[in-house]
């Protein structure tokens, strides 16, 4: 049974007021809150997150006038007030308190009883991601996750957030200011609208229904490049204007790879070109032409796409010919005089009697070995 505090009583209780677990005046009071829920929102940091949302029902009764809402640090702990709104819902900032609950107040201040308490519960938090693997593409990245942290409780499986930053190559370090690129519930995400030749470094979470955020996953990080399709090359005798490629020239020597800069056709006879076709008894061939370019196969198997072809080898090119092989990838190492290697990628799509189709990609980021792909299985829902 609840006691109603007189004018008296209140006068001589206003000094301990704020202790008090909750107030009620004179008059009926209204039904207490009912469907109260919390959301936490997620700060890339799992131990601390950014803030709650609680929310309940609205109530009907015209004589409502506020919600109280309450909360304590522990479980020991009386109930503090924390705010009044006349909205069912409540926005706390900062690190949450371990329980909360919600009363209605009558206009002439009547104050119902508490509603069901909510325990923020870190144990349903989902565990992280445990591999990530990335596609590097023309200015994107396509990220790939392993889905665990959803199926391990799909019914509490909210959404994955994407986080990225810098990525400092020659130190093999990623940067501390991080950025959310987006969330997702697919273990996978495109990131777009990226720089070519700049790398990023990527972590993923997976945040449960009330906002519990795992920790992330394995570091990721990669490097976009430009690349393109279907690209044809003669043999001189075929065309002898169209029989020869370089990845890429540096035509006004600022350092920067331009989109005019990249994969240029031209005469097969320049000796500025990387590679030309050449015919040896009916056998089509890429045949490296600068003295700094050197070129080898990957693998012994066709590789179905250009973002296929895995990291550029640390050795094993060679000044000499190759053939053409429809379906097979190779990589170019090309070393400009300046101590970094630049890599460029192949795959050929078709052959012809005089010439060669073929997809390609370039690294613009000197030293950077990022051509990379690897593929886990996806799971589509």
């Not at 005046?25 to 131990?47: H, K, M, R």
């Not at 799909?154 to 959310?180: E, K, M, Q, V």
């Not at 065309?239 to 990845?247: E, K, M, P, Q, T």
Request: glycine share 8%; net charge negative; with cysteine.
């Amino acid at each position: 049974m609840r006691q109603v505090l007189g004018i008296a009583a209140i006068g001589m209780l206003a000094g301990v007021a704020a202790c008090t677990d909750y107030v009620t005046q004179s008059g009926a009071p209204p039904a207490p809150p009912t469907g109260l829920t919390y959301e936490l929102e997620p700060s890339g940091d799992p131990t601390a997150p950014s803030g709650i949302i609680l929310r309940w029902n609205a109530e009907n009764d015209p004589n409502l006038s506020a919600y109280n809402v309450y909360s304590r640090a522990d479980s020991t702990a009386p109930y503090d007030l924390r705010a009044s709104t006349t909205s069912p819902s409540f926005h706390d900032d900062g690190k949450p308190d371990l329980q909360y609950r919600v009363t209605a107040e009558a206009q002439d201040q009547a104050e119902s009883d508490p509603s069901a308490s909510i325990t923020v519960d870190e144990r349903l938090r989902l565990p992280a991601p445990t591999a990530l693997t990335s596609i590097s593409l023309n200015a994107a990245i396509h990220l790939d996750w392993t889905d665990n942290a959803y199926l391990a409780d799909p019914a509490g499986f909210w959404h994955y957030r994407i986080y990225s930053t810098s990525y400092d190559l020659d130190h093999n370090a990623c940067g501390t200011s991080w950025s959310l690129e987006g969330t997702t519930v697919a273990p996978t995400f495109l990131v777009g609208a990226m720089a070519n030749g700049q790398p990023r470094c990527f972590g993923i979470s997976a945040v449960t229904i009330e906002g519990f955020e795992s920790l992330w996953s394995p570091l990721r990080n990669d490097t976009p490049r430009p690349d393109a399709k279907s690209q044809i090359v003669f043999t001189q005798a075929g065309d002898a204007l169209h029989s020869g490629f370089r990845f890429f020239l540096d035509a006004n020597n600022d350092g920067q790879a331009s989109p005019l800069e990249l994969g240029i056709i031209t005469t097969g006879s320049s000796p500025q070109i990387d590679f030309t076709i050449t015919n040896v008894g009916g056998v089509l061939q890429l045949a490296p032409v600068r003295s700094n370019t050197q070129v080898q196969m990957i693998g012994t198997t066709p590789v179905t796409d250009i973002t296929d072809i895995d990291i550029a080898p640390v050795s094993g090119y060679s000044h000499a010919a190759v053939p053409a092989q429809p379906g097979f990838g190779y990589v170019f190492q090309m070393d400009e005089g300046d101590g970094f290697y630049r890599y460029g990628a192949l795959r050929v799509v078709a052959l012809g009697t005089n010439y060669v189709v073929f997809d390609w990609s370039y690294q613009t980021d000197p030293g950077n070995p990022e051509l990379l792909r690897q593929y886990p299985v996806h799971r589509v829902r």
